[in-house]
């Protein structure tokens, strides 16, 4: 198989989330649809102005390239993950499991995130930036679930800030790679007895960094 050859890397724009407004919503919205009308290589700026009924130099005041675009109009959808309060850590981490998979089951969702993952191989301002819009907020759902596995008792506190941004970056991997695999890559159902199991073996690795 021949191998993947990167393409100059796109001008660099702006980082960060772009100004909330029914334009960018719009614009936002647009973009979801168009990648599931017509994919990752045919979509262009200027399909998303027209459906999003802006000019496309509006687009280009807000994002610099396509990459940028795709990534926040897919980072919109993962802020709506939250936390679930059921009663347990181990209940609480299924809810999110089971959640975050009914999400990577969205068209837009797939598409996207799979289209921004292959073009970051090449292009390290586009891994950044999936990483700040995507990966850095949500790892707030590992430091909510701990923080309140603490306070029922179920986790010891952590005394060591460093030690705890470690165990946080790492729960998220897990979580994260176990679940991106399952339904994206191996194409299997994330149900409720594989959300359990899973988090029976989370746990068990929860405990050993505790202990």
Same mark, same amino acid.
């Given at each position: 198989m $021949?191998?993947?050859?990167?393409?100059? $890397?796109?001008?660099?724009?702006?980082?960060?989330?772009? @100004?909330?407004?029914?334009? =960018?919503?719009?614009i936002l919205r647009a973009t979801r649809a168009s990648l599931v009308?017509?994919?990752w290589s045919k979509l262009t700026m200027a399909d998303v102005a027209a459906r999003a009924g802006v000019?496309?130099?509006? &687009?280009?005041?807000?994002?610099?390239n396509k990459n940028e675009l795709?990534? =926040?109009?897919? #980072?919109v959808l993962f802020d709506a993950l939250e936390l679930p309060d059921r009663g347990s850590l181990a209940a609480d981490v299924e809810g999110v499991v089971l959640q975050f998979a009914e999400l990577l089951g969205h068209p837009e969702t797939k598409t996207a995130l799979m289209g921004v993952v292959a073009e970051s191989t090449c292009d390290d301002a &586009?891994?950044?930036? %999936?990483?700040?819009? %995507?990966?850095?907020?949500?790892?707030?759902?590992?430091? =909510?679930?701990?923080?309140? #596995?603490?306070?029922?008792g179920e986790l010891p506190s952590?005394?060591? $800030? &460093?030690?705890?941004? @470690?165990?946080?970056? &790492?729960v998220f991997d897990v979580v994260a790679g176990a679940v991106v695999h399952r339904t994206l890559?191996?194409?299997?159902p994330v149900d409720e007895e594989w959300a359990r199991?899973?988090?029976?073996?989370?746990?068990?690795?929860?405990?050993?960094?505790?202990?």
């Open positions: $021949p191998s993947r050859t990167c393409p100059e $890397p796109p001008r660099r724009g702006r980082t960060g989330r772009p @100004r909330s407004t029914e334009a =960018d919503e719009a009308e017509l994919g000019a496309k130099t509006t &687009l280009y005041r807000r994002w610099a795709v990534v =926040d109009a897919v #980072a &586009l891994r950044a930036r %999936i990483r700040s819009a %995507i990966v850095e907020r949500q790892k707030r759902l590992v430091v =909510d679930g701990r923080r309140r #596995a603490q306070e029922r952590e005394d060591d $800030p &460093l030690a705890a941004a @470690r165990n946080t970056d &790492l890559v191996s194409a299997e199991r899973f988090t029976l073996l989370l746990l068990s690795g929860l405990g050993a960094l505790s202990g």
